[in-house]
Nanobody, 124 residues
Framework: VQLQASGGGLVQAGGSLRLSCAASGRTFNSLGMGWFRQAPGKEREFVAAISWYGRTTNYADSVKGRFTISRDNAKNTAYLQMNSLKPEDRAVYYC??????????????????WGQGTQVTVSS
């Protein structure tokens, strides 16, 4: 499975960005999808996850109500809509996929495949 993340950039606090993660090499709806992020000097942390048909989603407490994860199985793409961005959201964002498609896993060790990351910078 190959994952290509895109959509990062520089935005002012309070602004919005939408990240995309395009998958190939596997039937997309057989994968659970997740987003993680890593800020400088910090460990990679969970952001959001979604099961194969989107029936189950999970969010980190820090992004609940601001971020929305979704997927379009016809386009083999997962999305992370980020609204009301804060300077503390600044990080490299990674998409990930796992074989437990029925779940929306929150642990990075549960994911089998990772994309290359896209930088999100939020100015105050």
């Amino acid at each position: 499975v190959q994952l290509q993340a895109s959509g990062g950039g520089l935005v002012q606090a309070g602004g919005s960005l939408r990240l995309s993660c395009a998958a190939s090499g596997r039937t997309f709806n057989s994968l659970g999808m997740g987003w993680f992020r890593q800020a400088p000097g910090k460990e990679r942390e969970f952001v959001a996850a979604i099961s194969w048909y989107g029936r189950t989603t999970n969010y980190a407490d820090s992004v609940k109500g601001r971020f929305t994860i979704s997927r379009d199985n016809a386009k083999n793409t997962a999305y992370l809509q980020m609204n009301s961005l804060k300077p503390e959201d600044r990080a490299v964002y990674y998409c990930a996929a796992d074989n437990t498609y029925w779940a929306a896993n929150t642990g990075p060790h549960q994911y089998n495949y990772w994309g290359q990351g896209t930088q999100v910078t939020v100015s105050s």
